[in-house]
């Protein structure tokens, strides 16, 4: 006698990772939802990349992610353009403008759609949160146009969605999500900047510092 044994087929989803408390949120999310977790990383020559790889590496073991590609993106320092490639210029809340990596999250979801294509995944997951945006590629307006793109230009896998589950909130929304998603937040990093600790300064730490004020946490959980 045949005995057919059924497998329930895997879900896999891709998760752009820097490390951040956005992206490690997001990450925790699709945890949650039952996807395998394909996690990409990229050194494209940012200061604060460092901080970034080590909070990778705690993060993707924790979440017990399935694989995490890391690639290096040399052209994009090479280009310029922002501040975050440039150790001489810190950034702070009077040239946070220069926040902005020209095009970079268009580069990551594209690398991050061509994987999703091999692998037979999902969905891509990207840490963008809503409110106001110093970088207009992290705007719900900017992922649906990516979208579009993606049904567009995609062959060997059809069905890949663009999901950034953090936009209709802010940082202080995505704090309140990962804290009931027990995630070390103590262990992410989200500063802009090569220091020793967080500046304080720039955006993502200001943002940081007010998610913890307004959900009423005293330090680092």
């Known amino acids: 006698m045949n005995t057919k044994i059924n497998k329930k087929r895997s879900k896999k989803?891709?998760?752009?990772?820097?490390g951040g408390l956005d992206s490690t949120v997001v990450a925790g999310i699709a945890k949650k939802e039952g996807y395998e977790l394909y996690c990409l990383f990229f050194n494209y020559g940012q200061k604060s990349?460092?901080?970034e790889l080590n909070a990778v590496k705690y993060i993707t073991s924790f979440l017990k992610c399935k694989k995490l590609l890391m690639i290096d993106l040399p052209y994009i320092k090479k280009i310029g353009g922002s501040a975050m490639l440039d150790p001489k210029t810190p950034l702070n809340e009077k040239n946070f403008i220069k926040e902005y990596v020209p095009f970079r999250n268009s580069q990551f979801l594209a690398i991050a759609t061509a994987w999703a294509e091999v692998?037979?995944?999902e969905k891509v997951f990207i840490g963008s949160t809503g409110g106001d945006h110093v970088c207009p590629d992290n705007s719900k307006k900017y992922t649906a146009a990516f979208q579009r793109l993606v049904d567009e230009g995609t062959m060997l896998n059809k069905n890949i969605k663009?999901?950034?589950p953090l936009q209709n909130t802010d940082k202080t929304?995505?704090?309140k999500i990962g804290i009931k998603l027990?995630?070390?937040?103590y262990r992410t990093w989200s500063c802009h900047n090569n220091f020793k600790k967080h500046c304080g300064h720039c955006t993502n730490c200001r943002d940081r510092m007010r998610a913890y004020k307004e959900n009423n946490i005293k330090k680092e959980v």
């Open 182 to 185: 027990k995630i070390p937040f």
């Open 162 to 164: 663009i999901e950034a």
């Open 49 to 51: 990349y460092l901080h």
């Open 13 to 18: 989803a891709i998760c752009l990772t820097s």
């Open 173 to 175: 929304g995505a704090l």
């Open 119 to 121: 692998i037979g995944a």
